[in-house]
């Protein structure tokens, strides 16, 4: 029996795991892009105006 709730809760954060494969970008706060200088937008170049990046 507890073999088989730990067996669960292996399953459950291996499920959560790779949902959260992505994680918000931290360089333009999940927006793809951040404001220049100049007041226009300009692309993140970290997650390629995305967003989200890969997790590593
Ligand atoms: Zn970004």
Redesign the pocket.
Known sequence: MLLLIIGLAIFLIRMVSNTSEYKK?Q??DGK?YWRATKGEKDK?D??QGA?K?LRR
């Open positions: 970008c360089k333009c793809g993140c970290v997650c967003g990046v």
